[in-house]
């Protein structure tokens, strides 16, 4: 018996050029052989699109785009590697909220300088702020301000990109006014105290772990902004489907897998990979920006953040299906299809987690 929809069409071709760089290196980075900054130098140097502005006021057209094109190669560099796609999605926020600062200081101008050349690498530690932003929830740092600068206290649960030269860009609380404020921390701070690296199901070479903060100095220069709400709603767009776009990549890789498997007994699966490749389909649609505005609406962020669910979903279900057409040989810890299942075990616990996705959407 051979596959009666062979030739069903994923709508989704990695960029040639990206996917082979990293799929070179995927197996070495997994195994931590070598490191994954040397490929986000290559893609964030010779892709000029990864280091444009991507919400521009009075262009959404320019920014519907750019995101477009910045979600595909992220989707592209996934579809080898995840550890690489999650570290550049990283980077390339770290980009966007600099760009995104009203104040535009010399100090943020040269960080942003630096963090296109891939000089220094961007840590996003957003997830208390974005927490913040959808739910409420407390934000674990807090400021007081002296002077003309905030003394800082507290703890960040998770955050990656924590090794060489780095910077981090999380949201902070006054405690006087409480007022929220995105800062840039620089990652030799003294008062920083990062955690020891444990080891990881999947995505080592990401280099995350938490850290404490006390009594930490952070001058007005390094405020990006202090208007929290629209800076959120100029960010969550790109955010949200940027995040998408690595479960969309790895989701990819499994179901040309799975293609070129589903054939004799094997198409006893036949009917759960098509449903998942109408899925994919769907989803990917559905990351097209709706908004006529860089601030998005309620409704936008909410139809992203289910998009950005079922993405996350679909990617796990589409590696177990492949790792099931497999067999044996897919057991194996060193086969790629058993590293795609590490990867895909990322994914429920990435900020916002599954838990997170599925409480928001249900109120």
């Known amino acids: 018996m051979t596959s009666t929809f062979a030739t069903e069409t994923i709508n989704f071709s990695p960029i040639d050029s990206i996917a082979g760089y990293f799929s070179n290196s995927a197996d070495k980075i997994d195994r931590s052989e070598i490191g994954l900054y040397e490929g986000l130098k290559y893609l964030f140097c010779s892709h000029a699109v990864m280091t444009e502005k991507l919400s521009n006021i009075g262009n959404t057209t320019k920014s519907q785009s750019l995101i477009k ?98 910077v981090i860009v999380t949201a902070v609380k006054e405690m006087s006014s409480d007022n929220t404020y995105i800062v840039t921390i620089p990652g030799n701070s003294q008062e920083l105290h990062i955690n020891d690296f444990t080891k990881l199901l999947g995505l080592d070479q990401t280099f995350s772990t938490s850290m404490s903060i006390t009594d930490l100095k952070i ?9 929290f709400s629209n800076f959120m709603r100029s ?74 669910l079922n993405f996350a979903l679909l990617a796990s279900s589409s590696v177990n299906l492949e790792y099931k057409l497999c067999g044996g040989a897919a057991y194996s810890i060193s086969s790629p299809v058993s590293r795609r299942l590490r990867e895909a075990a990322f994914l429920p616990i990435q900020a916002p987690t599954e838990v997170q996705l599925r409480w928001i959407l249900s109120q």
């Open 219 to 227: 001058p007005n220069e390094n405020i990006v902004t202090q208007d």
């Open 235 to 308: 960010i969550i767009v790109p955010f949200l489907i940027l995040q998408s776009s690595f479960c969309k990549g790895l989701a990819a890789r499994s179901l040309h897998e799975s293609l070129n498997m589903i054939s004799g007994p094997k198409t006893v699966f036949e009917d759960e990979l098509q449903k998942n490749i109408i899925e994919f389909n769907q989803l990917s649609d559905e990351l097209e920006i709706e908004t006529s505005t860089n601030l998005a609406s309620d409704h936008e962020i909410r139809r992203l953040l289910k998009a950005r």
């Open 69 to 166: 094109e910045v979600s595909d190669a992220i989707a592209s560099v996934a579809y080898e590697d995840m550890a690489s796609a999650f570290a550049a999605w990283c980077h390339r926020m770290v980009i966007e909220y600099v760009y995104q600062s009203e104040t535009s200081n010399s100090h943020l101008k040269q960080l942003l300088s630096d963090l296109k050349q891939c000089s220094i690498f961007g840590s996003t530690a957003m997830g208390p702020g974005t927490a913040n932003f959808l739910t409420g929830t407390e934000i674990p740092i807090r400021v007081e301000r002296e002077n003309d600068e905030f003394t800082a206290n507290g703890i960040i649960r998770w955050a990656s990109n924590l090794t060489g030269k780095f």
